[in-house]
């Protein structure tokens, strides 16, 4: 296939073009050749959060763990992006076709699907991929997911850790457990420490988002945009570290 199809076909998925990429593969375009650039297109709908192309190019033959070498947000492991950016259907869609819940991005020196779910917050994600068999003890460096989760105040993916036998005994570097680095963030005001991390420019607009959770915690969202509007950086986190260290205490007593 020459280069110019796999261009189309990179270019239709890009697009969300779902007949246009059914009809090139039907033509021969082939589902894992990456671009010039190093994109595939399975990674690229992932990222999207494409469940129909993702559908697509996986029945076409394309390899679930193949990792994109594209540029700063074309790369990486396909079940990681649409962990990352919480793509349920696009997550479920990748396991059923044997997508490894635990491969890591980076040649495996970076972040699991797992971590990128519990690091972002998002439950169903994480559920997802631990009724999957993903490692809930599969460490980043000296990181667990659990420790990740308890540190961002998610209490929703703290409890499905736990219940997928996450051990809240493990320490990192320094001895810490995922309850004591719940304890240390208890306190603190989640939007000043946001703010402070965004070490933003004076001149930089701020916007600060709160959105409910279930649990009666609040999820705060952070969006800075550089003077002038150009482009915008995002941090946010989660109020439910108290719960977070009473839930982790408990568990720790049984």
């Given amino acids: 296939m020459t280069t110019s199809s796999t261009q189309r076909l990179i270019t239709a998925v890009e697009r969300g073009k779902v007949h246009r990429v059914d009809a090139l593969l039907r033509q021969g375009a082939s589902p894992s050749v990456a ?6 297109p399975l990674y690229l709908a ?7 192309l993702v559908r697509l190019l996986l029945e076409a033959g394309a390899p679930p763990d193949a990792e994109s070498r594209g ?26 076709h044997g997508a ?3 491969r890591r991005e980076d040649d495996g020196t970076a972040y699991s699907p797992l971590m990128w779910a519990a690091s972002c917050g998002h439950h169903r994600t994480a559920r ?9 003890h599969a460490r980043h460096r000296d990181r667990t997911p659990l420790m990740a989760a308890a540190e961002r105040g998610s209490i929703a993916v703290v409890r499905a850790l736990l219940c997928h036998g996450a051990d809240p005994r493990l320490t990192d570097t320094w001895g810490r457990t995922a309850g004591d680095l719940a304890r240390e963030q208890c306190g603190k005001d989640l939007e000043s420490e946001l703010r402070e991390r965004a070490r933003a420019a004076r001149n930089s607009r701020c916007e600060v988002r709160r959105s409910p959770r279930s649990e009666g915690t609040e999820l705060i969202e952070l969006t800075v945009s550089s003077p002038g509007g150009r482009g915008a950086a995002h941090w946010q986190g989660e109020t439910g570290h108290a719960l977070i260290a009473a839930l982790l205490q408990d568990a720790l007593r049984g």
Avoid: I, K, M, Q
């Avoid at 992932?46 to 129909?52: I, K, L, N, Q, R």
């Avoid at 990486?76 to 059923?96: F, I, K, M, N, S």
């Avoid at 997802?128 to 809930?136: G, R, S, V």
């Fill in 35 to 40: 671009s010039a650039d190093g994109e595939t």
């Fill in 46 to 52: 992932a990222v999207s959060g494409h469940t129909d």
């Fill in 71 to 96: 540029e700063p947000g074309s790369s990486g492991l396909p079940l990681c992006a649409a962990a990352c950016w919480d793509h349920v259907e696009v997550v479920r869609e990748l396991l059923t």
């Fill in 100 to 102: 490894d819940p635990d």
């Fill in 128 to 136: 997802l991929l631990l009724e999957a068999d993903a490692d809930p």
